[in-house]
């Protein structure tokens, strides 16, 4: 079946049928399953697969947001959409990593923009294109493939770029800089002076409150503030089977 398998669930029927009808007309969209409440979403949910959960928030017994904890304890838990007259509940909903956070009365327009969000959020991420970075040294400029950098280092107003062939270059870049530029080509933050990709982590090393990781042959320090993060970024990624974003 090519299209999303949509669950609708929300406990007052003229809004379950309204989502249902306005789901149910877009060309995205292969099948509605209406729902009128969480325990009835569990029972639906042992009994088929569906790519997606539109869910209101306030319902009698578990709530949405509820609902929405016990769906992302699944092994593959589905993108949820929350649809709502509430806006309090926004910033909840997003900490839960719900895909969307629609205000009733639905628009059909931003509903269009929800699907399109769902449809966004399933498809595989694109890898980061690859960049060559100038580097200078005696006078030569040099061109480093960013692929080949293990780990970047702060010193002061300028970096220090470590590469797998054991070579190191300063660039006049702030560290600060250079994370929220490679960010998306999977370099992480792990120290307040270090940037590692992740791509060259092979090992992550705890022994009495003290964290690292390997890079090749060399160790580097992860804080106690970023460790938590890095173990995430780096489940992720293997989970993905790609670069953690």
């Known amino acids: 079946m090519s299209g999303l398998r949509v669950l609708v669930v929300d406990d007052e029927r ?3 049928d309204e989502l ?3 789901l149910d007309a877009d060309p995205r969209v292969a099948e509605v399953v209406a729902c009128p409440s969480a325990t009835d979403t569990l029972r639906i949910l042992r009994e088929r697969e569906v790519d ?6 306030q319902m009698p017994g578990l709530s949405g947001l509820e609902l929405a904890e016990v769906l992302g304890r699944f092994k593959q838990p589905p993108p949820v959409v ?26 059909p327009e931003r509903l269009a923009e929800a699907v399109r969000r769902v449809l966004a959020a399933g498809a595989p991420p694109e890898p980061a ?3 060559q970075v100038a580097v200078e040294r005696g006078g030569v400029t040099r061109f480093v493939d960013r692929g080949e950098i293990t780990h970047v280092e702060a010193q002061g107003d300028y970096a220090r770029l470590h590469t797998a062939a054991g070579d190191a270059y300063l660039v006049r870049v702030p560290l600060t800089t250079l994370e929220e530029q490679w960010a998306e080509a999977g370099f992480h933050r792990i120290h307040r002076s270090l940037l590692v990709a992740l791509a060259h ?24 503030r970023h460790s938590r993060a890095l173990r995430d970024v780096l ?11």
Not at 52 to 57: K, N
Not at 85 to 106: G, I, M, N, S, T
């Open 129 to 131: 294109p690859d960049t």
């Open 52 to 57: 997606c959960v539109f869910l209101d928030i």
């Open 201 to 224: 982590v092979t090992e992550v090393r705890s022994d009495a409150g003290r964290t690292t990781v390997m890079v090749g042959d060399t160790e580097l320090p992860v804080s106690r």
């Open 82 to 107: 929350f649809v709502t007259a509430h806006e309090q509940h926004a910033v909840e909903a997003f900490d839960l990593r719900a895909v969307d956070y629609v205000l009733k009365p639905v628009r």
């Open 14 to 16: 003229p809004a379950l």
């Open 235 to 245: 489940v992720r990624r293997a989970r993905a089977g790609g670069p953690a974003r």
């Open 20 to 22: 249902t009808y306005l």
